[in-house]
């Protein structure tokens, strides 16, 4: 069974940092692109950002704040989070997909975590 559990949100205040990890197993995600989404209250899941083994891409808002890596020896996942504004406030989620391939699409990720609250505070 494949489970992705992600850890590191909580509370911050504006300006601040976090470290978000996603740890996966039952699977070996080296080759496959894996991402992170966010989904505020009351608004659609959106792309955060998303790792292939040499590619990333990330949401053109989050340039330059924010840093995805992957250690594939730990079938691990991380989001770096710099400069956070109270707009960053949401549920991150990190994804895989099942199959080899590129793609910024959440639809076409197959496995999901259940999410970590980053909330930050102004």
């Known amino acids: 069974q494949v489970q992705l559990v992600e850890s590191g949100g909580g509370l911050v205040q504006a300006g601040g940092s976090l470290r978000l990890s996603c740890a996966a197993s039952g699977r070996t995600f080296g080759s496959y692109v894996m991402g992170w989404f966010r989904q505020a209250p009351g608004k659609e899941r959106e792309l955060v950002a998303t790792?292939?083994?040499?590619?990333?891409y990330y949401a053109d808002s989050l340039k330059g704040r924010f840093t995805i890596s992957r250690d594939n020896a730990k079938n691990t996942m991380y989001l770096q989070m710099n400069s956070l504004k109270p707009e960053d406030t949401a549920v991150y989620y990190c994804?895989?997909?099942?199959?080899?391939?590129?793609?910024?699409?959440?639809?076409?990720?197959?496995?999901w975590g259940q999410g970590t609250q980053v909330t930050v505070s102004s």
């Open positions: 790792i292939g083994n040499v590619r990333t």
């Open positions: 994804a895989g997909r099942g199959r080899v391939g590129w793609s910024t699409n959440l639809h076409d990720y197959d496995y």
